[in-house]
Structure formats: structure tokens, C-alpha cells
T-cell receptor, first 113, second 114 residues
């Protein structure tokens, strides 16, 4: 069966510090991978998605970046965090070429102080 | 571009009462539609999905949803709500963009009174 792991679960960082959130999927190959951000009361905002290694599409211009160094690994990064980067970050995967049904990780709560 | 509207930010029901959460979508072709549930501090879990065929789809935890093309709606229903159903509910539409990219509504928070 397929599983998705996302870490760290909770992170408190000062403004201006770097960020790295990591997500890995097991039990499948060539998945589509997604990073969403969920701010309080504002639903899910798609940040990045990837259909293959090194292929990253950005949906929202900001100081965040994403990388996919391996087929089942997806990393969300920032060089300098802003207060507005606080939120709940969700990694998800879907089967390539299929209909968009997503399987989510447990999320990472980021607080920028 | 596709969009999803969940007009109700909060819904409050009594335990045992029936439930209907509204979802309207905008998409030029036949949509792929989903309902997800999120418990506090957790990721999202798929409740049900519609791709084609029977417009009334059954999901997990006793939920069902009906696709109405004429109304561009995909409302979620449950005949009798349990306290454990209190959560955030998200409707989503999958649209083709090189791969299927789901667009989510803003969510509806369900509060269940005993």
C-alpha cells in the first residue's frame, strides 16, 4: 500500500530564517506531488506541483521554492521566512495521468515569529 | 479556469439531524468532483468522488453526494450526523492542466451539538 510521510510536524522559526519541509511517498512510482498551504479560514492554496523529477510548477509567486530531487521526494524551502509564511503546509500525491484524487500527508504546522 | 464555491463557512447541526453541505463548481468540461474531510490538525481524507455514471455517489462514513450538471452542484449529504462528524469539509474539482490539478473550495466547518 502507498504511504506519505511529511516532516517536521511542527516548526517554530524566526523571521528571516530558512525553511525546509520534506515529503516522501512510498509504495508507488512517478506520482504527481503537491504542496498546499492552509491559512486559517482560507481553504487550501496550491503552492507547487510536480509531474516528475526536476519538474516543478509554481502557482503562487512568493519567497518559497520547491524541489524534487528524487521520484518520490518533494521538498519545500525558503531562504528567508516572512511572518506571512505561517500556516499549515500539506503535501499530497496523486497517480500520474489520473483524475486528481489526492492523498494527503498529516501536515506541518509552521509558525514564524 | 475552474473554481469551486462553498457558500457556507460554518454549519451547525444537532446530533442525529440530517446534513447537507453545498458545493458549486465552474468548469468547462465534465468535471471530476471530490469531497474531503479534515479533522483538526490533520491532513485531508477523501470521502467520495464522482467521475462519471450514476450521479448519486456513496462514500465512507455514511456520506453521499449528488452531481447535478444543470445546477453545477455537488452537494454532500448525510441522513443522521454523529458528533464525530465535526470537522472541516472541502469540495474540489479536478481539471486537466498537463495533469489533473484539483482546485479546492474554501471549506465548510461543521459543528455538531449534542
Amino acid at each position: 500500500s502507498q504511504t506519505i510521510h511529511q516532516w517536521p510536524a511542527t516548526l517554530v522559526q524566526p523571521v528571516g530564517s530558512p525553511l525546509s519541509l520534506e515529503c516522501t511517498v512510498e509504495g508507488t512510482s512517478n506520482p504527481n506531488l503537491y504542496w498546499y498551504r492552509q491559512a486559517a479560514g482560507r481553504g487550501l492554496q496550491l503552492l507547487f506541483y510536480s509531474v516528475g523529477i526536476g519538474q516543478i510548477s509554481s502557482e503562487v509567486p512568493q519567497n518559497l521554492s520547491a524541489s524534487r530531487p528524487q521520484d518520490r521526494q518533494f521538498i519545500l524551502s525558503s531562504k528567508k521566512l516572512l511572518l506571512s509564511d505561517s500556516g499549515f503546509y500539506l503535501c499530497a500525491w496523486s497517480r500520474a495521468g489520473e483524475t486528481g484524487e489526492l492523498f494527503f500527508g498529516e501536515g506541518s504546522r509552521l509558525t514564524v515569529l | 479556469a475552474q473554481s469551486v464555491t462553498q457558500p457556507d463557512i460554518h454549519i451547525t447541526v444537532s446530533e442525529g439531524a440530517s446534513l447537507e453541505l453545498r458545493c458549486n463548481y465552474s468548469y468547462g468540461a465534465t468535471p471530476y468532483l471530490f469531497w474531503y474531510v479534515q479533522s483538526p490538525g490533520q491532513g485531508l481524507q477523501l470521502l467520495l468522488k464522482y467521475f462519471s455514471g450514476d450521479t448519486l455517489v456513496q462514500g465512507i462514513k455514511g456520506f453521499e453526494a449528488e452531481f447535478k450538471r444543470s445546477q453545477s452542484s455537488f452537494n454532500l449529504r448525510k441522513p443522521s450526523v454523529h458528533w464525530s462528524d465535526a470537522a472541516e469539509y472541502f469540495c474540489a474539482v479536478g481539471a486537466w492542466g498537463g495533469s489533473y490539478i484539483p482546485t479546492f473550495g474554501r471549506g465548510t466547518s461543521l459543528i455538531v451539538h449534542p
